[in-house]
């Protein structure tokens, strides 16, 4: 299912990665994913299978590889309520 941001998070694309920032709480989350991630890909149209993709085809990293990267952290920052994933 695809992801999206909280209703109070916002994203901004850094050298090293995204930075998430939280407005009601004042926290910030920082993932250092050099430019594997984008903000888009939080936009409510990106599912993990998508991201994983988009980053195979810009990176020629094995999909696996990203896989095993990419799950661990999306399930973090939806656990800690940074991106919804839309099916929960």
Known sequence: MPFRLADDVQVRQESWGLLFYRQK???LCFVKS???LRPAHFDGTWTLE???DDIHQRTKVPPEIIEH???PLTDHLTTNQVIID???
Do not use: M, T, V, Y
């Open 25 to 27: 709480q004042h926290k």
């Open 34 to 36: 050099a430019d594997w």
């Open 50 to 52: 998508g991201i994983i």
């Open 69 to 71: 990267s990419l799950s």
């Open 86 to 88: 839309e099916i929960r």
